[in-house]
């Protein structure tokens, strides 16, 4: 008698609620990829600004390649959600990440071989936020397929955010260590790499079910912008992130003008007010991911823009650097609970079929607008100065604070009576 099969035993891992949504191992996976990849890319992103100083010494330069890598959000990443309801999710994922790769390869072979010249790295700043809008609205709506309760999906949401401001306060040091024993082309040759682990997480997934979405592009495009439309929360969120990053996440622009003729100080004391400014972000992603409901998320929205409206004052009326790093965290803290509370509303009224097109909405207006708000703030900076363009913006922020104040009542009831998808 031959012995039984050996059983198979199911390891269940327990975590705290902060973390809930990694007991799903397909999840797990997707997020160690993530990791590498959001590291890669601000690893390359302060070697490109170096490469670019290093051949031009142009400080207009540096900002037009900058403005490349976001401005594209928001005419892209609307038509990238029409691809993304429409085909096979996990398919276009790994065509986007190989798309990237030959990106950075390009990046890390030209430089290798001292051929690179300005306009290789415009031209590949363009194609970088041209695939970037397509990918940050693809990575957002893969969330929802990898974990195993759907009760955990705004906790997912948090947490890849999380990701994001933690690469901020490694990535730079790491990149500046990579350029000094080695230079730009390992940089980029490294971001190239990252991109594998987390192609690797999705190609492991299986194939979803074909998408609902049917019609011509048009038609999806007007049913995705009327669903948006007739939802009051959704609507007015969708507001509140376009107002806030266009005026509110326009100081990070100003920084280094702070930290050298306001506090005095040098790159270190721009990497003081940029870290205390990550710091308060992260903050923002683990006070979202230990919420549970929609509800808590929205208080997390309205005082949000308040604590950004009471940064944005305090940084422009101190001239003390210890009450500035304060004021940064404060920022950090307010926008990024304004953007990723949104992003973990807007999913859980959103129903998967048209998931794509909303979250696309969501990208375009939160990078988009903030690569605006850059440029009117390095403008109102030069023509004003940064202490009256600051404060120019604390008064904006102010007003939405109040907008979304007076609208607070009506989305709290609309989003008891809607439908929660998450």
Known sequence: MSPPPPRRIAVVISLPKTFRALEAPRYRRYFLGQAVSILGTWIQSVAMSWLVYRLTGSAALLGV???????????????????????????LFLAV?????????????LTALDMVQPWHLVALAGVFGVLNSVDTPLRQTMLSQLVDDRSHLRNAIALNASLFNSARFV??????????????????????????????????????????TSGGLMETLREGIGFARSSLPIRVLLASVAAINLTGSAYLVLMPVLAKEVFGGDARTLGWLLGATGGGALAATMLVASR???????????????????????????SRL???????????????????????ILQSLTPDRIRGRVISYFTALRFGMDALGGLAAGALAAAWGTGLALGLEAVLVLAGAGWMGWHSADLRRAVAAGEDHG
Do not use: K, Y
Request: charged content about 10%; some cysteine; glycine content about 8%.
């Open 65 to 91: 390649t900058a403005f490349l890598t976001q401005a594209p959000q928001l005419v892209v990443s609307p038509l990238a959600g029409l691809i993304i309801d429409r085909f096979d999710r996990r398919r």
């Open 97 to 109: 990440q190989a798309l990237m790769i030959t990106q950075a390869a390009a990046l890390a072979v």
């Open 171 to 212: 990535g730079p040091p790491l990149a500046g260590l990579i350029l000094a024993l080695t230079s730009e082309a390992a940089c980029f040759a490294i971001n190239a790499a990252s991109f594998l682990g987390v192609a690797a997480a999705v190609a492991r997934l299986p194939s979803p079910p074909r998408p609902a």
């Open 292 to 318: 549970q409901g929609i509800p808590p998320l929205l208080r997390l929205v309205l005082a949000g823009w308040g604590i950004s409206t009471l940064g944005l004052a305090a940084l422009a009326a101190t």
């Open 322 to 344: 210890d009450l500035a790093l304060v004021a940064a965290f404060g920022l950090g803290l307010g926008i990024s609970s304004v953007n990723v509370s949104t992003n973990a």
